[in-house]
DNA sequence: GCCAAAGTTCGGAAATTTCTGAAGTCTTCC
DNA sequence: GGAAGACTTCAGAAATTTCCGAACTTTGGC
């Protein structure tokens, strides 16, 4: 029974990855590794779970391939593809909205560029830009932040790196 | 020539509120609310400058209003509403990613639950919620800092010098 | 070298989202 | 208090996204 809410939790987890920007069948097969009792799984596992075909399976590994939430193992001579999430799956997530932040970024120095000073649209452009400029500088301090409380008062020296 | 730019800009701006989250509408409504020079706005002057019908503006400036993007503007016996990008559009649209967040947290704890430790997706789901705790306990920190560099050097007795 | 299983690609169907247009409600002005 | 303009609502059309399934390619085993 609790394995029943188990994959439930992994649905609604796939629902709100969907929320955040991921294509609904990447999302999905993401709550599979990470919700999977194996250490890797493989694309037919995936399909198997979801009840989907290989192809759509194929290019959601792809995808997640891509920005770098999952990895493909290095295979003992396997006839199947192993993957799995990666260590630093999360902060890598959450950093792919930076390209948003930068979009948005330059949207508002275009708007100030064409527009003249003293201007209500120059104003707003310019707050804006203020605001996702601020972001842009916090955000790497976040992570590493995190990092920091991953690897928990070593040397202050150069972090180990995560497998 | 510079005019047409900046609705260039406009509808890039659009796009990326897209990906951010926004429905297509609200996200091209709220670029004309950003880019247009004049200090207020009614939902004619969005249909006009879109060029869509009246029936998606009221939409689309609803979604604004329960988001608190925008506000009504007490309205001196006017025939048509009024309405203009609040001041704090900005942090509001970074907080909406609290929720998404929040639910990430619950998936991955409902997750834990449901899984015996020493399991790898035990593993991996203790991982993922320590993540999102961390986010959590950050971005209220973040937006108070931006309020910082908004209000300058008040009587805190330290010079701000920001980078 | 040949077979079989695994993975990829892509055209088209299905489902979902998104927008419009028209009818209805409310408000202001005279 | 009547008329006209502004806004809302909603059913259906249009467009986009999403997924499957079958044909094709690649890889590993013998």
Not at 22 to 30: E, K, T, V, Y
Not at 44 to 52: F, P, S, Y
């Amino acid at each position: 029974m609790s394995d029943k809410e188990r994959w439930q939790a992994a649905e609604r987890l796939a629902l709100a990855l969907t929320e955040g920007g991921l294509q609904r069948m990447s999302a999905r097969a993401l709550a599979v590794f990470l919700f999977t009792d194996a250490e890797t799984v493989t694309m037919g596992d995936i399909a198997d779970r979801l009840g989907v075909s290989a192809g759509s399976v194929s290019g959601a590994v792809k995808a997640l391939l891509s920005v770098g939430l999952i990895e493909r193992l290095p295979a003992p001579g396997s006839r199947r593809e192993h993957y799995r999430l990666r260590d630093n799956a999360w902060p890598t997530l959450f950093s792919t909205q930076n390209t948003v932040v930068r979009v948005m970024l330059q949207a508002a120095e275009t708007g100030i560029a064409t527009t003249a000073s003293g201007d209500p649209a120059h104003e707003r452009l310019m707050r804006m830009r203020d605001f996702y400029q601020f972001l842009l500088r916090e955000l790497p301090g976040l992570l590493q932040r995190w990092e920091q409380e991953q690897h928990p008062a070593r040397h202050s020296g150069r972090g180990t790196q995560p497998a």
